[in-house]
Each structure stands twice: as structure tokens, then as C-alpha cells.
């Protein structure tokens, strides 16, 4: 038992909370533009543009040489390209990202590595905090 209680890894095994409905095997390569939607584990090499309308997983050999746009993206793999997430961008533990990110949400893990610029997104449809109403107003 921790001190803090139970404490679960955060791996790219694990980081799905759906069925993986596609995955590009250890030993497969893709070059070109990859279109897509649902929840996708790359173990192979991608190369060129990836447009992902899910969660896209990068396992631990997994290798993407591509520009990617995807609603939310795990990596444990190498990244090399710029990337755009709507929601939240986690580079796990042996992660290497090498390229600009714009993301609503950025976790780097210890371990991780990542060489480029951020840009924090803010949703248009998030409203400011109003100022709390004293009781008569």
C-alpha cells in the first residue's frame, strides 16, 4: 500500500477507456495520409499526415514521422511532427515528442521527452467564473 493509497500506471496498455478498433501491428508501415475515427494503438511506423477523429495510442515501439490531428493522443513511442489535440496530449514514460504541440491539456510524465513549443488552447465555449451573488441581489 502507498502512502498516498492505491496509485495505477499510467501505461499506453492501459490508457484506453474503449475498445481499440484499429491497430497498426509492430512491423507494419503506412505512408501517406491516415484517416480515421474511434480509438486507434500505433505499434508500427506511420509516416505523412494523420487526421483522427478519437483517441489515438502510441505504444512503446510505435514510430509516427507525421503532422497529426487527433481529439486526444497517448504516446509511449517517438513523435516526430507537429501535432494539434483538441483535448489532452500525454507523453508517457520513454515518450520522445519532437515537434510543436497545440493541445487543450498537456501531461508529460517523468521519463518523457519533448522538444518543441506548446501552445495551451481555451474552448471558446468555456465561460468566465461569474462573481458570487450576495444574498438580496
Known sequence: MTVFGSRKKSTADNLSHGKIETLIGEGTQIKGTFQSSGVVRVDGFLEGSIEHDGDLIVGPKGRIQATIKARNL???G??????EVAEKLELLPGA???????????????????????????TDSAEPPQPARSPGD
Not at 517517438?78 to 501535432?83: K, L, N, S
Request: glycine letters at 14%; a neutral charge.
Open 74 to 76: 497517448a504516446t509511449a
Open 78 to 83: 517517438e513523435i516526430h511532427g507537429d501535432v
Open 96 to 122: 520522445h515528442l519532437k515537434g510543436d504541440v497545440r493541445c487543450g491539456h498537456l501531461v508529460i510524465h517523468e521519463g518523457a521527452r519533448f522538444h518543441g513549443r506548446s501552445l495551451m488552447s481555451v
